[in-house]
């Protein structure tokens, strides 16, 4: 894989912006369809970022947008910190292009345990992997792991991550796991934009990292040698990873 840094357009809830990523991050920022994304990045050096675009100002503006950012080192699960926290600001109407996260493992040999509860008087944290669909209550605060690369970046708590759709639009923020009294089947409760409580079938979520990934699953295809499933791009045969976007080939 090569370790050429590449000028990547990477998206945010409120933008995006225009910055050179190594192959690394580019693995980071793809959440499984074509765009790359932001957040799971984390902070970037300014001097890597050569524009940011601001949704709220419908204009793009060159060099960095501003960086705000805290070290809460806050822990939120067994052998889990929270160890920063922050958000890529427009430096002209200080609307939010992207918040972002970042975790760390005191002990990297360790497992991640359960997530703290957001009851106090809460005693159980069930554990869910985000391919299966298991039985949680609604009033508990369930533990997700992360589809990011590193076991590093392994993210216990769903609670407060960005929900974006397909297009890169935030709907609103995850708020926990529960069970849809009509159906009985599993939902992810959100915060909508407007502040309204709503939830998404755990069917619609095409993945979850540092922010929860909304689309429909594709439909099978056959694959062109050389194309990359996740964007496209047609590579020369025998590539291991896209130049493109940095996926791992089929």
Request: charged share 25%.
């Amino acid at each position: 894989m090569s370790s050429e840094l590449r000028l990547k357009k990477l998206r945010g809830s409120g933008g995006y912006v225009m910055a050179t990523v190594t192959d690394e991050q580019q693995m980071k920022g793809n959440l499984g369809g074509p765009d790359l994304f932001l957040a799971p990045i984390g902070r970037l050096d300014d001097g890597k970022i050569t524009k940011h675009f601001c949704n709220t100002c419908e204009k793009e503006f060159e060099g960095p947008p501003k960086i705000e950012f805290e070290n809460p080192n806050e822990e939120v699960a067994e052998n889990l910190v929270l160890a920063e926290r922050g958000q890529y600001i427009c430096k002209s109407c200080n609307a939010s292009i992207a918040e972002y996260r970042e975790f760390k493992k005191p002990n990297e040999e360790g497992e991640v345990g359960s997530a703290k509860p957001l009851d106090p008087n809460a005693t159980t944290q069930p554990t869910v992997e985000a391919t299966t669909q298991p039985t949680v209550e609604a009033t508990t605060q369930p533990t997700v792991e992360a589809t990011t690369p590193s076991s590093s970046d392994s993210v216990s708590s769903i609670e407060g991550r960005i929900v974006v759709d397909e297009n890169a639009n935030k709907v609103g923020t995850a708020k926990q796991v529960g069970i849809d009294g009509n159906t009985q089947s599993m939902v992810l409760v959100i915060t909508k934009n407007d502040g309204t409580e709503g939830s998404i079938p755990w069917s619609s979520i095409k993945k979850v990292g540092e922010v929860v990934l909304l689309g429909k699953p594709e439909e099978t295809v056959a694959v062109q040698p050389g194309k990359c499933s996740e964007c496209g791009f047609i590579n020369k045969e025998g590539s291991k990873f896209c130049e493109e976007c940095g996926s791992k080939m089929q």
